[in-house]
Nanobody, 121 residues
């Protein structure tokens, strides 16, 4: 089993910044990717950003490109999401997910419990 624990959510004004963390523990994989997803009230969960652990390739959804940065710390088995220039539409519960690197982002194997991000206008 894999455990993912998120932290760093909170309430921020529009234009502000937050940094989310997701620490992984438990079973190890030879090749995998970790990503951030979010779910706004009344909407489906959507992909935000992802990083492939081997090589560090990153991918972003268009709406956060240039504002959010995903990164990893191999020694700490932790992935981060630096969120700048936050907008009210970024509000939602942010989840960390882990998938095999060959799978698409709709095939997440493990999820964290989520952390709330609220952006006020």
């Amino acid at each position: 089993q894999v455990q993912l624990v998120e932290s760093g959510g909170g309430l921020v004004q529009a234009g502000g910044s937050l940094r989310l963390s997701c620490a992984r523990s438990g079973r190890s994989f030879s090749s995998y990717a970790m990503g951030w997803f979010r779910q706004a009230p009344g909407k489906e969960r959507e992909f935000v950003a992802g990083i492939y652990w081997s090589g560090g390739r990153t991918v972003y959804t268009d709406s956060v490109q240039g504002r959010f940065t995903i990164s990893r710390d191999n020694a700490k088995n932790t992935v981060y999401l630096q969120m700048n220039s936050l907008k009210p539409e970024d509000t939602g519960v942010y989840y960390c997910g882990l998938k095999r690197d060959y799978a698409n982002w709709g095939q997440v194997d493990y999820w964290g419990q989520g952390t709330q991000v609220s952006v006020s206008s």
